[in-house]
């Protein structure tokens, strides 16, 4: 497997070249955005898309481009944290090219597994070895609950980090995502094929609220996707219900309650024929992507909060860019959680969890020149062509608001009115610095102009998010 780094690597060059091929057409539009600085706020408001401030911190001439594969030396599991060493480093304006695989891939190693060599050295697990010993913030031992190292106290396989050159706190990392791919699958019997696992778990909001027999019961849905872009929708295969299973170092687990126990499907009832003539469309998108947080030394990868994390919103694909405020030196960027279609609220528990492939560009915005709605910035923000999206959370900074017990806490103390109002005071104050309104103007468009929904209530840290249109502010056309 080659180095992060090593752009000898062939298989770095072919994902150099394939981007070279998709961003020809757009590539002076793109290059002008990301290196020629100013503009700021006022061609913003001109042109309806956020122009890259005089703050971003970017080279001349070409960027540099990266590639970080995953395996079992380029990947944290079931955490953040400020004290990982990066596993590279870039410059204001690179691209890096990044796979996710999802922790989800146990659920079906045949399909999801097998034949992969950077997933086979993550899910590598025998009675005398796990190719990533620790999963979760949990204690490194494992004896508190006796599931596994970490405890499972974070679930996600996250890539990374990344450290951006010259990035502080206080600063911004702009996140461009320029393409998402699905992994293909590399066992030979599934040719064209990609797999993910959608798990109604014992965290979703359904669990205490079914009505057929057995309940309480966790069932595991496999979908496929096909890779050629032929088409663009997914659809069940077959479902399994999760009975206990045996780990390798001979752990029972009875509920889904540790991340990459190996499904031993000689004990599960595979039932097919299910959801039949429907088609779920894809939205291949990353559930985590975030920063450092600098409350912590190691953060529960489940709960997300200022740093990004697990947002869980479907809208995080490509063409989209997300700004994050820097925390710890370097910024620390990492991506996991890899999905290929959910719907606002992931009820119960999950999307389609499968492994996904990223381009990304990483530009650094310093705090002395931020301005708008850079300015201040304390939250993840997203933004599409069309929209800006304002996260909102039950508690903004969990792990300063609620104390030395917090990544415990937050579990039980979440609540969708919390998260409603957090979203709103963000929305507030982005019409009012952005847009220069009123706080009576702001009030009155976000009853009529703004979307507010359900990001998810699977994640500890419950999400609303807000949705403005761009175009509410293009003016009145004339003729």
């Given at each position: 497997?080659?180095?992060?780094?090593?752009?000898?690597?062939?298989?770095?060059?072919?994902?150099?070249?394939?981007?070279?091929?998709?961003?020809?057409?757009?590539?002076?539009?793109?290059?002008?955005?990301?290196?020629?600085?100013?503009?700021?706020?006022?061609?913003?408001a001109a042109s309806g898309t956020l122009a890259t401030p005089a703050s971003a911190q970017t080279r001349l001439?070409?960027?540099?481009?990266?590639?970080?594969?995953?395996?079992?030396?380029?990947?944290?599991?079931?955490?953040?944290?400020?004290?990982?060493?990066?596993?590279?480093?870039?410059?204001?304006?690179?691209?890096?090219?990044?796979?996710?695989?999802?922790?989800?891939?146990?659920?079906?190693?045949?399909?999801?597994?097998?034949?992969?060599?950077?997933?086979?050295?993550?899910?590598?697990?025998?009675?005398?070895?796990?190719?990533?010993?620790?999963?979760?913030?949990?204690?490194?031992?494992?004896?508190?609950?006796?599931?596994?190292?970490?405890?499972?106290?974070?679930?996600?396989?996250?890539?990374?980090?990344?450290?951006?050159?010259?990035?502080?706190?206080?600063?911004?990392?702009?996140?461009?995502?320029?393409?998402?791919?699905?992994?293909?699958?590399?066992?030979?019997?599934?040719?064209?094929?990609?797999?993910?696992?959608?798990?109604?778990?014992?965290?979703?909001?359904?669990?205490?609220?079914?009505?057929?027999?057995?309940?309480?019961?966790?069932?595991?849905?496999?979908?496929?996707?096909?890779?050629?872009?032929?088409?663009?929708?997914?659809?069940?295969?077959?479902?399994?219900?999760?009975?206990?299973q045996t780990d390798p170092y001979g752990v029972v687990h009875k509920i889904i309650d540790y991340p990459g126990?190996?499904?031993?499907?000689?004990?599960?009832?595979?039932?097919?024929?299910?959801?039949?003539?429907?088609?779920?469309?894809?939205?291949?998108?990353?559930?985590?992507?975030?920063?450092?947080?600098?409350?912590?030394?190691?953060?529960?990868?489940?709960?997300?909060?200022?740093?990004?994390?697990?947002?869980?919103?479907?809208?995080?694909?490509?063409?989209?860019?997300?700004?994050?405020?820097?925390?710890?030196?370097?910024?620390?960027?990492?991506?996991?959680?890899?999905?290929?279609?959910?719907?606002?609220?992931?009820?119960?528990?999950?999307?389609?969890?499968?492994?996904?492939?990223?381009?990304?560009?990483?530009?650094?915005?310093?705090?002395?020149?931020?301005?708008?709605?850079?300015?201040?910035?304390?939250?993840?923000?997203?933004?599409?062509?069309?929209?800006?999206?304002?996260?909102?959370?039950?508690?903004?900074?969990?792990?300063?608001?609620?104390?030395?017990?917090?990544?415990?806490?937050?579990?039980?103390?979440?609540?969708?009115?919390?998260?409603?109002?957090?979203?709103?005071?963000?929305?507030?104050?982005?019409?009012?610095?952005?847009?220069?309104?009123?706080?009576?103007?702001?009030?009155?468009?976000?009853?009529?102009?703004?979307?507010?929904?359900?990001?998810?209530?699977?994640?500890?840290?419950?999400?609303?998010?807000?949705?403005?249109?761009?175009?509410?502010?293009?003016?009145?056309?004339?003729?």
């Amino acid at each position: 497997m080659c180095a992060g780094d090593d752009q000898t690597c062939p298989q770095f060059e072919l994902h150099r070249q394939k981007l070279l091929e998709d961003l020809d057409q757009e590539r002076r539009a793109l290059l002008k955005s990301a290196f020629v600085a100013g503009g700021g706020m006022a061609a913003w408001a001109a042109s309806g898309t956020l122009a890259t401030p005089a703050s971003a911190q970017t080279r001349l001439g070409q960027p540099t481009y990266h590639y970080l594969p995953a395996n079992s030396d380029t990947v944290h599991w079931g955490y953040f944290s400020k004290l990982l060493k990066p596993q590279l480093e870039v410059d204001s304006g690179d691209y890096i090219t990044i796979e996710a695989v999802t922790h989800h891939a146990g659920d079906d190693v045949e399909r999801m597994v097998k034949g992969d060599p950077g997933i086979e050295s993550i899910y590598l697990w025998t009675k005398d070895k796990k190719g990533v010993n620790r999963r979760g913030a949990g204690p490194i031992d494992g004896k508190q609950l006796g599931r596994g190292a970490g405890e499972g106290f974070g679930v996600h396989i996250l890539t990374g980090p990344v450290f951006v050159r010259g990035a502080e706190p206080g600063d911004i990392i702009e996140v461009r995502i320029m393409d998402v791919k699905p992994r293909p699958c590399a066992n030979p019997a599934y040719p064209g094929k990609s797999f993910g696992s959608n798990a109604a778990a014992w965290w979703g909001f359904h669990y205490n609220d079914l009505l057929t027999d057995p309940k309480p019961r966790e069932v595991c849905t496999i979908y496929e996707i096909d890779t050629s872009g032929q088409q663009n929708w997914a659809h069940a295969v077959y479902n399994f219900r999760w009975v206990p299973q045996t780990d390798p170092y001979g752990v029972v687990h009875k509920i889904i309650d540790y991340p990459g126990v190996p499904v031993d499907h000689s004990i599960v009832q595979e039932n097919y024929n299910i959801l039949q003539n429907v088609r779920i469309p894809i939205r291949p998108h990353f559930g985590v992507m975030g920063v450092a947080p600098k409350e912590a030394d190691i953060v529960d990868s489940i709960p997300p909060s200022y740093f990004g994390g697990n947002i869980d919103n479907w809208r995080i694909g490509k063409g989209a860019t997300l700004y994050y405020p820097v925390a710890v030196p370097g910024g620390l960027f990492s991506v996991g959680d890899s999905h290929a279609a959910q719907g606002d609220s992931e009820l119960c528990g999950t999307a389609i969890e499968m492994s996904l492939t990223g381009t990304f560009q990483l530009i650094l915005h310093k705090q002395n020149s931020l301005s708008g709605s850079l300015a201040g910035l304390s939250y993840p923000l997203l933004e599409t062509q069309d929209e800006w999206v304002l996260h909102g959370f039950s508690f903004p900074n969990y792990l300063a608001e609620l104390g030395p017990t917090a990544q415990q806490d937050i579990y039980k103390k979440s609540s969708i009115d919390l998260a409603l109002r957090d979203a709103f005071r963000k929305m507030r104050s982005f019409l009012m610095t952005t847009k220069g309104l009123t706080e009576d103007e702001a009030i009155s468009l976000m009853s009529i102009g703004v979307d507010f929904g359900v990001t998810q209530v699977v994640d500890g840290n419950w999400g609303i998010h807000a949705i403005i249109k761009k175009n509410l502010f293009a003016g009145i056309a004339t003729t």
